[in-house]
Antibody, heavy 117, light 108 residues
Framework: QIQLVQSGPELKKPGETVKISCKAS????????MNWVKQAPGKGLKWMGW????????TYAEEFKGRFAFSLETSASTAYLQINNLKNEDTATYFC??????????WGQGTTLTVSS | QIVLTQSPAIMSASLGERVTMTCTAS???????LHWYQQKPGSSPKLWIY???NLASGVPARFSGSGSGTSYSLTISSMEAEDAATYYC?????????FGSGTKLEIK
């Protein structure tokens, strides 16, 4: 069965770097794009961008240009989200979600990131 | 960017009641690329209705979706306890692929 399994919760200090993983199984990884979605505590969903798993080309929403980076380890069917120079407002749950053609059909369980001094 | 406005933000319904929530886009969205997700506290969102009116696998038939252009809606024909959740509309028509702010549905 198709699964996206994300890495565990993270506690970081402002200015540090975090790298969140999303391991896919049950399908051919390079056939479907991978999206990233942010959900701040008590807030709604915010689309961050996506990465073409075939070419490795990332696309970022405007708000997420600069400190955010999507990457791949194709041999391990894994996508990564790296956030540099962490700020308090990065505290959120981050989801990876597969683009199934038209919509996001499978989601990871979410990774909770807490940024606090 | 396309802004999706959901209303109401919060609503409550009695068991058995008919429920309708709306999603209004700031510019036209192809119906093929307008979707709804259900999210319960502590869980990831689940694809619920795709391409305006198609129920995702396992979604009860009491749910339906409709709309076109800038106006879309999700309807529950008869509210059940398990339907209490937050519902988000989402457009994958034009980047950035925005979400609505959600409608939180509670049991009255």
């Amino acid at each position: 069965q198709i699964q996206l399994v994300q890495s565990g919760p993270e506690l970081k200090k402002p200015g540090e770097t975090v790298k969140i993983s999303c391991k896919a199984s049950g399908y051919t990884f390079t056939n479907y794009g991978m999206n990233w979605v942010k959900q701040a505590p008590g807030k709604g969903l915010k689309w961050m961008g996506w990465i073409n798993t075939n070419t490795g080309e990332p696309t970022y929403a405007e708000e997420f240009k600069g400190r955010f980076a999507f990457s791949l380890e194709t041999s391990a069917s894994t996508a990564y989200l790296q956030i540099n120079n962490l700020k308090n407002e990065d505290t959120a749950t981050y989801f990876c979600a597969r683009y199934g053609g038209y919509y996001l059909d499978y989601w990871g369980q979410g990774t909770t990131l807490t940024v606090s001094s | 960017q396309i802004v999706l406005t959901q209303s109401p933000a919060i609503m409550s319904a009695s068991l058995g009641e008919r429920v309708t929530m709306t999603c209004t886009a700031s510019s036209s969205v192809s119906s093929s690329y307008l979707h709804w997700y259900q999210q319960k506290p502590g869980s990831s969102p689940k694809l619920w209705i795709y391409s305006t009116s198609n129920l995702a696998s396992g979604v009860p038939a009491r749910f339906s979706g409709s709309g076109s252009g800038t106006s879309y809606s999700l309807t529950i024909s008869s509210m059940e306890a398990e339907d209490a959740a937050t519902y988000y509309c989402h457009q994958y028509h034009r980047s950035p692929f925005t979400f609505g702010s959600g409608t939180k549905l509670e049991i009255k």
